[in-house]
C-alpha cells in the first residue's frame, strides 16, 4: 500500500525565518517517484519537485531545498528565508513506477507572517 | 504550450442531481487523471483515462463515471449527488507511463 504522511497540519513563521515541511512515506515498490505541490488560495497545484528513488542527491533551487533519505522514508522540504508568497498548502505525493495515480498527503498549510 | 485548462470554476447543485465537469489536457498529453479534493484534505485519486478508456479507479462509487475523447479532453460525470460530494475536482495530465502531472485549476463543486 502506498501511503504519504504530512505530521504537520499549519505552520507560521515570521517572513525570512527558515521552515522546514515534512514529508514521510510509505511504499513497496523499490522504484517510485515523490513530489512536491503547492496549492495557493486560487487552488491550482503548482509543481514544485519530482524525485525517483534511485536518486537521493539532495536537491537546491534557489530559496527550495529537498531532502530525501531512503533510510528513513522522508522526503523534506526547506524554505529559507520565507517570503510572504510563499504562505499556501504543501502537499508531498507519491506514485509508484506503474500506473500514474498519486498519493498525497494531508498538505502543510504555511503562512508566513511579515 | 497550453495548460490543462477546467470548466466551470463554480458549480452549485442540490442533493440527488447529477453534473459534469470538464477538463482539456495540456498539449501533446494523452492521460487524464482525475482528484477529489475535500476541504482540508489532500487530492483523491478518482480514476484515470487513456486512449479513451479507465485506466485505473481509486475508492469511488459508479456514480462516478468519466469520458475521454479523441483529443483526450475528459468529462467527469457524478450522479445522485451527495452531500459529501461538495469538494475541489481537479483534473491532470500527462503521459503514459512518465510520472509528472500537471494540475489545472479545478472546478469547485457545492451540493446543497
Known amino acids: 500500500a502506498q501511503k504519504v504522511t504530512q505530521a504537520q497540519t499549519e505552520i507560521s513563521v515570521v517572513e525570512k525565518e527558515d521552515v522546514t515541511l515534512d514529508c514521510v512515506y510509505e511504499?513497496?515498490?523499490?522504484?517510485?517517484?515523490l513530489f512536491w505541490y503547492k496549492q495557493p488560495p486560487s487552488g491550482e497545484l503548482v509543481f514544485l519537485i519530482r524525485r525517483n528513488s534511485f536518486d537521493e542527491q539532495n536537491e537546491i533551487s534557489g530559496r527550495y531545498s529537498w531532502n530525501f533519505q531512503k533510510s528513513t522514508s522522508s522526503f523534506n522540504f526547506t524554505i529559507t528565508a520565507s517570503q510572504v508568497v510563499d504562505s499556501a498548502v504543501y502537499f508531498c505525493a507519491l506514485s509508484a513506477s506503474t500506473g500514474n495515480q498519486f498519493y498525497f498527503g494531508t498538505g502543510t498549510s504555511l503562512t508566513v507572517i511579515p | 504550450e497550453t495548460g490543462v485548462t477546467q470548466s466551470p470554476t463554480h458549480l452549485i447543485k442540490t442533493r440527488g442531481q447529477q453534473v459534469t465537469l470538464r477538463c482539456s489536457s495540456q498539449?501533446?498529453?494523452?492521460?487524464v487523471s482525475w482528484y477529489q479534493q475535500a476541504l482540508g484534505q489532500g487530492p483523491q485519486f478518482i480514476f484515470q483515462?487513456?486512449?479513451?478508456?479507465?485506466?485505473g479507479r481509486g475508492n469511488f462509487p459508479p456514480r462516478f463515471s468519466g469520458l475521454q475523447f479523441p483529443n483526450y479532453s475528459s468529462e467527469l460525470n457524478v450522479n445522485a449527488l451527495e452531500l459529501d460530494d461538495s469538494a475541489l475536482y481537479l483534473c491532470?495530465?500527462?503521459?503514459?507511463?512518465?510520472?509528472?502531472?500537471?494540475f489545472g485549476p479545478g472546478t469547485r463543486l457545492t451540493v446543497l
Open positions: 511504499t513497496r515498490d523499490t522504484t517510485y517517484y
Open positions: 483515462y487513456y486512449r479513451e478508456e479507465e485506466n
Open positions: 498539449s501533446g498529453h494523452n492521460t
Open positions: 491532470a495530465s500527462s503521459l503514459i507511463d512518465y510520472n509528472e502531472q500537471f
